[in-house]
């Protein structure tokens, strides 16, 4: 057919975003520097549009290139770009692979206007209103983004780990084994709701989803519309044989009226691909005809305009710095319970408020992160931040030098910090309580707490029966939370980080003075 070629350059392209992203959510991503990461991620909509407004800089516009797009071309960036648009063709791929007859079973149903609206309407007026939650636990690339990293990924590490023990047990250290991060099960509950859904919408009905429930679908339908190129049915030749409605599946054509709803179509070419009589075309739409329509696949360089995508990107390795975990000591005479008043948010952040206007809780910080102290939050936030990331320094601490959440994060809501700046920047301030500590309980020495801070903030200092216990230096602290993830009491922590609402900087370390030696002889040896 004329038109095969449409469909087939959009699996490609669905393809290499597919499976870009989830290797980035299969703690792959740092196989690659974070401007690859944020150079594939330019053009998630939800993301790019709060990145803009977040640090209003033209590197965020990927949304205005979507939005140019679909006035070209129709809802091309969900069959194309949107990763839980993409996921959802893998499953009614798969279900047609296993079925006796393998066709599609699409029908044209009406559209729910009222409820479509209402799903876009509301996280609208939320945002408005400074509430991002509604949008976050709507918006395609976050849902995507949240299953993968919180379902796909502890059994894809699991499976590895499995594959390493028995290569090991051959004497064959080709696969290493990774960390499985811990994750609360109430963080589970909505990513599997969302999986569940998603996964039963794509079974029965195709792309329900996508245009009943998705407010990014809902909003790029409202300019799908008037698109300049659209689908539709040559009353002339059709013979109403039914196989584009049933190869639809967006649920979007009726047949028998020869009509197309093209503000639910998702741009798969599934119909044109087909239509045994060419009769379903991509061509101009009759608001702009002035002259005889053409076809768009008539003209040969239309394709490139699509290429841009994934032009500019230059692939790097990068390591990522893992520290070694101290040995932890065990002890149960903690029983002075720790009441954070206020959450740790990332570095880059600025201030908690800003951080949850703009996160949509991704995730993708949370994977990216060396030491795993990122971590999905409860109601830490309370409940407008849900699932978004929070310092949880039981699983890890904030490396000294890392900056990786914030050169990753496609909103904005991390700002990329410099190593320097980020040095100094302090996200709360170390408390100490020395009810639980074991030098006050145990009456034996530690200092675990003092040896892995890295500003030095926390010192021993001389305490009773010559030993020494902790002392805190707030101006110095950085909040990185070493001193918390060392402290080897249970089951409260001795040391913990109290977050700051605002950020602050933390003054410079010290550097102690060493007096410099004078030898008679250049050699005195």
């Known amino acids: 057919m004329q038109y095969k070629h449409l469909k087939r350059f959009r699996v490609v392209l669905s393809v290499i975003f597919l499976t870009l992203l989830v290797i980035f959510f299969l703690d792959f991503a740092d196989l690659f520097p974070p401007e690859f990461i944020t150079g594939v991620l330019f053009l998630q909509f939800i993301p790019s549009l709060l990145k803009f407004f977040n640090v209003f800089s033209l590197v965020a516009t990927g949304f205005i290139i979507v939005f140019i797009l679909t006035l070209l071309f129709g809802r091309v ?16 791929y798969l279900k047609r692979k296993f079925k006796k007859k393998k066709r599609y079973h699409y029908k044209y149903i009406k559209s729910i206007p009222w409820l479509r609206y209402t799903l876009l309407g509301v996280p609208v007026a939320f945002l408005l209103a400074g509430n991002i939650l509604l949008l976050g636990l709507l918006d395609p690339y ?5 299953i993968t990293s919180n379902l796909f990924r502890p059994v894809f590490s699991g499976a590895t780990n499995l594959l390493a023990s ?22 589970l509950i909505i990513p599997i709701i969302f999986l569940i859904l ?20 809902t909003f790029l339908g409202l300019f799908s519309k008037v698109s300049v190129f659209q689908i539709k049915l040559d009353e002339n030749t059709c013979t109403k044989c039914g196989l584009c409605e049933n190869a639809c599946k967006g649920e979007c054509i009726n047949y028998k009226s020869l009509q197309v709803d093209f503000s639910r179509c998702v741009g798969c070419f599934n119909c044109l691909s087909v239509c045994p009589e060419s009769s379903a075309n991509f061509r101009l739409n009759d608001l702009y005809k002035t002259k005889k ?9 239309h394709s490139t305009d699509r290429r841009k995508f994934m032009g500019g990107f230059l692939l790097v390795l990068l390591g990522a710095s893992k520290l070694a975990k101290a040995q932890k000591l065990v002890t149960s005479n903690a029983t002075t319970e720790i009441e954070r008043k206020n959450p740790v948010s990332p570095p ?9 206007n703009a996160c949509t809780a991704c995730h993708l910080c949370v994977n990216v992160c060396p030491t795993s102290v990122l971590q999905p939050a409860v109601l830490e936030y309370g409940y407008r931040g849900l699932m978004q990331p929070r310092l949880d320094n039981h699983a890890g601490y904030c490396n000294y030098e890392c900056t990786l959440c914030g050169d990753v994060c496609p909103t904005g809501a991390i700002l990329p910090i410099s190593t320097e700046e980020k ?10 309580v020395k009810e639980n500590c074991i030098v006050e309980t145990e009456g034996t020495d530690c200092g675990s707490c003092a040896e892995h801070c890295p500003t030095k903030a926390v010192r021993m200092v001389d305490y009773k029966n010559n030993l020494r216990i902790p002392e805190v230096t707030e101006d110095i602290c950085i909040g990185c939370g070493a001193c918390e993830y060392a402290c ?4 409260y922590k001795a040391i913990y980080v109290e977050g700051n609402p605002v950020h602050e900087r933390a003054k410079k370390p010290q550097q102690k003075k060493v007096d410099k030696v004078e030898h008679e002889e250049e050699f005195p040896f």
């Open 77 to 92: 960036y969900c069959s194309t770009i949107c990763p839980l648009g993409i996921m959802q063709d893998v499953i009614s």
């Open 423 to 432: 040095k100094l920047t302090q996200l709360g301030k170390a408390q100490f």
């Open 198 to 217: 998603v996964v039963w919408m794509s079974l029965s009905k195709g792309r329900l989803y996508c245009n009943t429930i998705c407010p990014v679908g």
């Open 293 to 301: 329509a053409v076809p768009i696949a008539s003209t040969d360089n």
């Open 166 to 187: 028995t290569l090991n047990s051959f004497d064959i250290y080709a696969v290493h084994k990774v960390n499985i991060q811990t994750i609360h099960f109430e963080v």
């Open 142 to 146: 976050s849902i995507f983004g949240r």
């Open 488 to 491: 080897p009491t249970k089951p």
């Open 348 to 356: 880059g952040a600025q201030t908690t408020e800003r951080f949850n």
